[in-house]
């Protein structure tokens, strides 16, 4: 006996003229045969949407995360394609969960390892604030011990939440200066860190 399809009965046609997105050049000079623009806006461009996450996820936010990358939100649609799990070749550190005060030095020695431009985002209650985990031994936010740049509210957040921060880091990656990281201000920064 033949099982009756169920699916797929009236496929659509693929139309990618809808499906594309192309990123909106920076400002500059156009003419005939050329475009010229500043540097700083090249590497902006492509640090927006080339970016590497690492997920440090060690609770139940670490399951929305995986329901971000997962096929109904893809956060690889926007350049975040490839994850990784080596700080040497990331530049996004995603803090997703309850960090412990035992797990604290583990975190900045990741934080550490990870090469300049760097970005942080706290993902959820527990990393934001400690959550409801006002207890002696659950660190009260990441930011006691590394930079955050953006933190997702939410216990624990939807992957919405997660796909906004991340489009907010996107924002500080396309518009930060070559020049910021070598700026007094930020090794001010990283000096209230004790990081060199």
């Known amino acids: 006996m033949a099982r009756p399809v169920r699916f797929n009965i009236h496929p659509k046609k693929p139309d ?5 997105a192309v990123a909106s050049m920076p400002e ?5 045969g050329y475009f010229a623009t500043k540097i700083e806006s090249v590497i902006g461009l492509a640090r927006k949407n080339s970016l590497w996450p690492l997920p440090f996820a ?4 670490g399951i929305e995360f995986m329901a971000t990358m997962a096929s109904t939100y893809d956060l690889s649609r926007f350049g975040a394609e ?3 799990f080596t700080p040497r070749q990331c530049d996004l550190l995603m803090v997703m969960g309850t960090i412990a005060k035992k797990m604290g030095p583990v975190l900045k020695q990741v934080y550490l390892q990870m090469a300049e431009p760097r970005w942080v985002m706290a993902v959820g209650a527990c990393a934001s604030s400690g959550g409801i985990f006002d207890t002696y031994s659950v ?3 990441i930011d006691q ?4 740049d953006v933190y997702v509210p939410g216990c624990p957040p939807r992957p919405e939440a997660i796909i ?6 996107q924002d500080l990656a396309v518009n930060e200066s070559l020049r910021r990281r070598n700026s ?7 000096g209230t860190y004790n990081i060199q």
């Open 16 to 20: 990618i003229h809808d499906n594309i």
């Open 28 to 32: 500059g000079s156009m003419g005939e």
């Open 58 to 61: 060690t609770s139940c936010c």
């Open 82 to 84: 490839r994850l990784g």
């Open 139 to 141: 660190l009260q936010g």
């Open 145 to 148: 011990i590394i930079p955050v």
């Open 164 to 169: 906004d921060g991340f489009m907010r880091i």
């Open 184 to 190: 007094e201000h930020y090794k001010a920064l990283l």
